[in-house]
């Protein structure tokens, strides 16, 4: 029995996909247009598809489960379940128009026209505000439609704007907040839901240990108290002593978020000869 994963054979999501399962140890190699791949450490099969077609393969249990972005899981609207949001291929789904229009909310999209990849979010977005405007689905470059007199309003991708600003247009309504999750079939047997619980639990170290950095430093044994309480730890700080006396070394780890303001304040306390290392995995 293997575990059969989806993800995209190429775009934006794949090269974070394929980087995240060998994180994990799974041992993915993917050669020029390949569409399966076995796990070389771990009981999966990999296949590379398009990722318009990923939550249709997870749902008809083709693939057991899948990395897609929930842009288009949502869009396609399948029923399959979310396991994990994994953090990466972040961006939203935004309505931009005109850089010279005078946006006021929903009620502005009224009787106009809407260029988009997303007829089924667009139009749900649409329904929720009580608003009537012609979609026109288009499969690429939407955001040349205004330029050429086909809509009057975009429904598009957006991640820093710059496409957008390009083109002459400006987002003025996020209708989504995107990332990347992976989905799975709802008819899981219990020995391929035994080896998502694995994959689950390994994804979760992985990601964990990227947002703490591992920390190494020596202070005098009078600003002790005063160090370990900046370094609460896992559970609290290691606390060694030094060839030195009078000094101690201190062992913890730092989440991400809050390291810069805890190494000030670690070297305000007397704290010397601070080491930081990253931290592969960490197992809770």
């Known amino acids: 029995m293997s575990l059969k994963i989806a993800i995209q054979k190429s775009g ?31 009981a999966a099969e990999v296949y590379f598809l398009r990722d318009d077609d990923i939550p249709q393969y997870v749902e008809d249990g083709v693939a057991h489960i899948g990395f897609v972005g929930e842009n288009v899981l949502y869009e396609k609207n399948r029923s399959v379940d979310i396991v994990e949001r994994v953090g990466f291929g972040k961006c939203r789904l935004s309505i931009a128009v005109g850089k010279n229009e005078d946006y ?13 990849s997303y007829p089924f979010l667009t139009q749900k977005f649409l329904t929720e505000n009580g608003v009537n405007a012609e979609i026109h689905e288009i499969s690429g470059s939407v955001e040349l439609a205004p330029g050429i007199g086909l809509a009057d309003a975009v429904c598009d991708l957006v991640s820093s704007g710059s496409t957008l600003f390009m083109n002459g247009l ?24 035994k080896l998502l619980d694995q994959l689950v639990f390994r994804i979760r170290s992985v990601r964990k240990a990227k947002r703490y950095k591992y920390v190494l430093l020596n ?44 190494i000030e304040q670690l070297k305000a306390a007397g704290a010397e000869g601070i080491l930081v290392v990253p931290i592969e995995k960490m197992i809770m």
């Open 12 to 42: 934006r999501l794949h090269d974070d996909s394929l980087k995240l399962l060998n994180d994990c140890g799974l041992g993915v190699k993917n050669g020029h247009n390949q569409l399966k791949s076995n796990a070389e450490n771990f």
């Open 104 to 116: 006021t909310g929903p009620a502005y999209l009224d009787g106009k026209k809407i260029a988009t």
């Open 170 to 193: 400006k987002e003025v309504q996020p209708i989504l907040q995107s990332q990347a999750v992976l989905i799975k079939t709802k008819e899981l047997q219990p020995d391929q839901q």
């Open 219 to 262: 202070a005098p044994n009078d600003a002790l108290e005063t160090v370990i309480s900046l370094l609460p730890g896992m559970r609290s700080p290691t606390v060694l002593p030094l060839a030195e006396s009078g000094w101690s070394s201190v062992h913890s780890v730092i989440e991400e978020d809050a390291f810069w303001t805890k």
